[in-house]
Nanobody, 115 residues
Framework: QVQLVESGGGLVQAGGSLRLSCAASKSSFSINAMGWYRQAPGKQRELVAVITSGGSTNYADSVKGRFAISRDNAKNTVYLLMNSLKPEDTAVYYC?????????WGQGTQVTVSS
């Protein structure tokens, strides 16, 4: 069982920045991919960014060039730096970790971008 604890959400004006953090509890097995998803009211949860244990990254088209995902494997922590935030980035952001083909989720952190 892996537990994920997110932090760093909040309210920010359009054009501003936020950094999300997600710390994973110690696992008996290596954590493979870690990533961030988001869910806006009335919409399905969608992938924002993902990073493998080797550092390969993938981003949703809507955030490319604005968001950056990074990872500290020694701390089992993943970060999401969000720049040039837009009102459409408003959502609950969820951390995800994949361990031995099982996916674990954090509780979510609210990000609200005002216009």
């Amino acid at each position: 069982q892996v537990q994920l604890v997110e932090s760093g959400g909040g309210l920010v004006q359009a054009g501003g920045s936020l950094r999300l953090s997600c710390a994973a509890s110690k696992s008996s097995f290596s954590i493979n991919a870690m990533g961030w998803y988001r869910q806006a009211p009335g919409k399905q949860r969608e992938l924002v960014a993902v990073i493998t244990s080797g550092g390969s990254t993938n981003y949703a088209d809507s955030v490319k060039g604005r968001f950056a995902i990074s990872r500290d494997n020694a701390k089992n922590t993943v970060y999401l730096l969000m720049n040039s935030l837009k009102p459409e980035d408003t959502a609950v952001y969820y951390c995800n970790a994949e361990v031995r083909y099982r996916h674990y989720w954090g509780q979510g952190t609210q990000v609200t971008v005002s216009s």
